[in-house]
């Protein structure tokens, strides 16, 4: 009888440590998991403020597009010497105001000239830098 005691009890104990043991993994694994969770929805904002911030940054240029069609047309009917390097190239036809200012992002994104970020984008060619060069606009 003494010993149907003992083996009951080490088998409850040994019944409880088991249960103890496979609920502690299941913390370990959810506690994991809500890690997880946590850092994708941390992404999942930060993506969704780039999101806005690209949208934003789309409609303006889209507004300056539209713009810069007006003030283009307006820009070929005067024949006004050009004083820097934005209004030559959009006087003479070689970039659009919006392109003109992407690359303006573009370089202050990477920490560049703009003329520099021009040649980078391929915008303008090197013959129109040494012309640019020439007339002192840079």
């Keep these: ?6 083996f009951v009890l080490f088998g409850t104990i040994a019944t409880i440590v088991a249960c103890k043991t496979i609920n502690g993994n299941f913390e370990l694994k959810h506690d994991a998991l809500a890690r997880k969770e946590k850092n994708l929805v941390e992404a ?10 690209l949208s934003r940054r ?17 820009a070929k009917t005067t024949d006004e010497k050009p004083s820097d390097l934005k209004s030559w190239l959009v006087q003479s036809g070689v970039l659009t105001e919006v392109q003109f200012l992407s690359a303006e992002i573009y370089a202050a994104e990477k920490n560049l000239n703009v003329i520099a970020a021009l040649l980078t984008l391929n915008m303008i060619s090197i013959e129109k830098y040494e012309e ?5 606009l840079l």
């Excluded at 009888?1 to 003992?6: A, G, N, Q, R």
């Excluded at 999942?44 to 911030?53: D, P, S, Y």
């Design 44 to 53: 999942q904002k930060e993506l969704q403020a780039r999101r806005k911030e």
């Design 58 to 74: 789309l409609d303006n240029l889209k507004t300056l597009l539209k713009a810069g069609i007006k003030t283009e047309a307006a």
């Design 132 to 136: 640019a060069k020439k007339m002192k």
């Design 1 to 6: 009888m003494t010993f149907s005691i003992i």
